[in-house]
């Protein structure tokens, strides 16, 4: 035989035997790969480990900067350490400082043309604040979207502002940025303050009066409570000494400043005199997220960031401990166990394409604050790297509306970013868990605004697609009743394998999902 010739067939046979070899291996991995295997190892007997003791009293109900909440964390360190899974930080801290400070109720007044105002009486406050102003800007609704804006005649940057809650409407009744009877973030109770008061800051507003008399009484309420129980209000803190302030007026002070401020939308100038005074006290407080990282197998820089958080509310005035096994000490124990599945997936040679962030956050019960610090501070992860949020709080009960029916889930938010994760999330329970995936605190028009009450939300005003898992209230929602005991750990287990099952698909999938909607 030519020896060329043979030379060529030997190598095209050993070519093709090789490239047998390499597919029957990434068969074999295939077959390996089964999550279900993994899924099996979150069990309700380690659950139920887990929470007796991360939700006993030795924790006193793990309330934000408190020696309860400082075993927390140092609880859920100690076990990504035990699983061989790494801090996420670059350092090699699984800690995540979130410096928090504590604002007692303020005491001062505002004088407008000489005429002075206590706080409490027609205007409320939060915040120490000062100085005087020859003018104040009326910015109408102080909305700015698309085509729309109330600044585009005004320049409110070193300026005190006044806006009024609502949002523009046609003279049809509809509203102007949606063209339809459906309001948006600007018009939404729960959000449009906030909203307002990032789009003045931005534009270097040097404080915002803020008329809304629908909520005055509500907020009014809070301030009364605040000043009788000498408590505070714990917040993010920062060392910008010039940060705007914000201030709530009730009617009268409202329309002292624009007597026709209900139906005038208008920006304009309003020359008056106008003098801020407040004062308060402020006391640092110190604590801390818990942040752990798998990294990817194939696209590591990319993420999946799985969290809960960490804290409660507390102990009682007479001395109560509300351990806070539901909340979120299911969220919790269910984040460890996903974590273990994901590492002994990783051991056996299938780990996630996709890093998976395990993010146990702080300050949840006081606002949201750890997840805020991570996603508007300190992202330890680009957030335009960050696939998805799959935030965990509260599944370890039944909604007593579902009792005698209770293989369910809330699912809240998996639509309102990405169709895909929301179809994804389907397919996944179909395939693996068949659990009632119940949307009924998804509705825009839900009282309860849970879309806006836990830490995926910090994700999703950022365009990072989220699932939010709720199992609903119950009785014991914030109160010492809130027991290890009173867990169904059948039900924890199911929806933390459901998680994982989740997860998996997300980290590794060929491509990201895709965010085909806007944050509102």
């Known amino acids: 035989m030519n020896k060329t010739l043979f030379t060529l067939l030997v190598l095209a046979v050993a070519c093709n035997s090789s490239q047998k070899t390499v597919k029957e291996a990434k068969e074999q991995i295939a077959k390996k790969a089964d999550p279900k295997e993994y899924a099996a190892t979150i069990t309700e007997a380690e ?18 900067g408190t020696p309860g909440q400082k075993k927390a964390a140092e609880y859920i360190k100690k076990e990504y350490e035990n699983l061989g899974i790494s801090a996420a930080k670059g350092d090699g801290d699984y800690f995540q400082k979130v410096p928090l400070e504590l604002k007692k109720v303020p005491n001062g007044s505002i004088t407008i043309n000489d005429k ?8 409320l406050t939060f915040s120490a604040s000062e100085g005087s102003f020859e003018e104040v800007v009326y910015a109408g609704y102080g909305v700015e979207e698309g085509d729309y804006s109330d600044f585009s005649d005004i320049d409110v940057s070193g300026k005190v502002v006044l806006i009024k809650a609502g949002e523009p409407k046609n003279e049809d009744g509809t509203f102007v940025l949606s063209g339809t009877t459906e309001s948006s973030k600007w018009g939404d109770p729960n959000e449009s303050m906030s909203v307002k008061d990032e789009l003045l800051q931005s534009k270097g507003a040097k404080g915002m009066l803020y008329y809304d008399m629908a909520n005055f009484q509500r907020f009014n309420r809070y301030f009364q409570y605040m000043k009788t129980n000498n408590s505070g209000q714990m917040s993010i803190k920062t060392a910008d000494k010039d940060k705007s302030f914000a201030i709530y007026l009730d009617s009268e002070i409202a329309k002292e400043l624009l007597p026709d401020i209900d139906t005038n939308h208008t920006p304009s100038i309003i020359k008056t005199s ?22 990817g197998s194939e696209i590591s820089d990319e993420y999946v960031v799985i969290s809960s958080h960490l804290d409660h509310i507390g102990v009682t005035a007479d001395g109560q401990i ?10 919790t124990v269910a984040l460890l166990e996903i974590a273990e599945a994901f590492k002994k997936a990783a051991e056996a040679g299938n780990g996630p394409k996709r890093s998976i962030i395990f993010l146990h956050v702080t300050g949840e019960e006081k606002g949201l604050l750890g997840s805020q610090y991570y996603t508007d501070v300190e992202p330890i992860v680009p957030l335009k790297k960050t696939v998805a949020n799959l935030n965990i709080d509260m599944i370890g009960r039944i909604d007593p509306k579902r009792e005698g029916d209770r293989n369910y889930i809330y699912l809240i938010g998996s639509d309102k970013l990405s169709t895909e994760l929301h179809e994804l999330s389907e397919e996944v329970n179909q395939k693996f868990m068949n659990i009632e995936l119940d949307y009924t605190y998804n509705d825009e028009n839900d009282p309860n ?72």
Do not use: C, M, Q
Request: net charge negative.
């Open 322 to 331: 509300n351990n806070g096994a539901d909340d979120d000490g299911s969220g």
């Open 47 to 64: 659950l139920k480990e887990h929470l007796v003791v991360y939700a006993s009293d030795e924790f006193e109900g793990r309330e934000t």
């Open 449 to 520: 605004r849970f879309y806006y009450r836990s830490d995926h939300y910090n994700f999703a005003k950022n365009n990072v697609p989220i699932i939010f898992y709720f199992n609903g209230t119950h009785d014991d929602y914030h109160r010492p009743g809130d027991t290890p005991d009173k867990i169904n750990y059948d039900l924890l287990e199911n929806r933390s394998r459901l998680i994982f099952h989740t997860a998996w698909e997300v980290a590794n999938r060929d491509t990201r999902v895709v965010v085909d909607k806007t944050s509102k």
């Open 274 to 295: 106008l003098t801020v005074a407040t004062e308060t006290e402020n006391g640092e407080i110190d604590s801390e997220n818990v942040a752990a990282i798998l990294k």
């Open 116 to 123: 002075a105002h206590t706080i409490g009486e027609g205007f």
